[in-house]
């Protein structure tokens, strides 16, 4: 399965990619810093909003320290929160969202990491979507 990385608010296709694979998945991991809401802290966008859902289950994270991750269906409620929390980054400006993925029955993901950069895991079923779409791969400006 191939990878592609880029950087979200300069990839012009970038709201229609991002909704075109929020419509499809069905699956989600946030990554938040734990403890209190704190304005001052960036990487705490979103986790008002996010702890609020009770379908969300709230796992341990190893990827840095004093975070957790919270995981769980994605269904319409969690796709517009989503979609509100990224939407700075159609303008080119940084989302709220430090750290997530969506995923799609584990056939393929669009992870977001450090707000902006986006790895696409590229399957032949993501590809004809995308193309079927209008959405051409080579068009996203990689690293």
Same mark, same amino acid.
């Given at each position: 399965?191939?990878?592609?990385? +880029?950087?979200?608010? *300069? =990839? #012009?296709?970038?709201?229609?990619? +991002? *909704?075109?694979?929020? $419509? %499809?998945?069905?699956?989600?991991? @946030? @990554?938040? #810093?734990? &403890? !209190? ?7 705490? &966008?979103? %986790?008002?909003?996010?702890? /609020?859902?009770?379908?969300?289950? @709230?796992?341990?994270? !190893? &990827? =840095?320290?004093?975070? $957790? /991750?919270?995981?769980?269906?994605? &269904? ?7 979609? /509100?929390?990224?939407?700075?980054? +159609?303008?080119?400006? %940084? ?10 029955? *584990? ?5 977001? *990491? ?30």
């Amino acid at each position: 399965m191939a990878s592609k990385a +880029f950087h979200i608010c *300069s =990839t #012009p296709d970038w709201e229609e990619i +991002f *909704s075109l694979v929020l $419509s %499809k998945c069905d699956e989600l991991h @946030v @990554v938040l #810093p734990e &403890g !209190d809401f704190d304005i001052e802290n960036p990487l705490m &966008g979103g %986790k008002l909003e996010l702890e /609020k859902l009770a379908q969300l289950k @709230v796992l341990p994270w !190893d &990827g =840095t320290e004093n975070a $957790s /991750k919270l995981t769980g269906k994605l &269904g319409d409620t969690e796709k517009n929160i989503l979609y /509100k929390m990224m939407e700075p980054s +159609f303008d080119g400006e %940084k989302p709220t969202l430090w750290q997530f993925s969506i995923i799609r029955d *584990s056939s393929y993901s669009l992870t977001i *990491s450090d707000f902006t950069e986006c790895i696409l895991k590229i399957t032949p079923e993501l590809e004809s979507l995308l193309l079927k779409n209008g959405l051409d791969l080579d068009s996203l400006s990689g690293h």
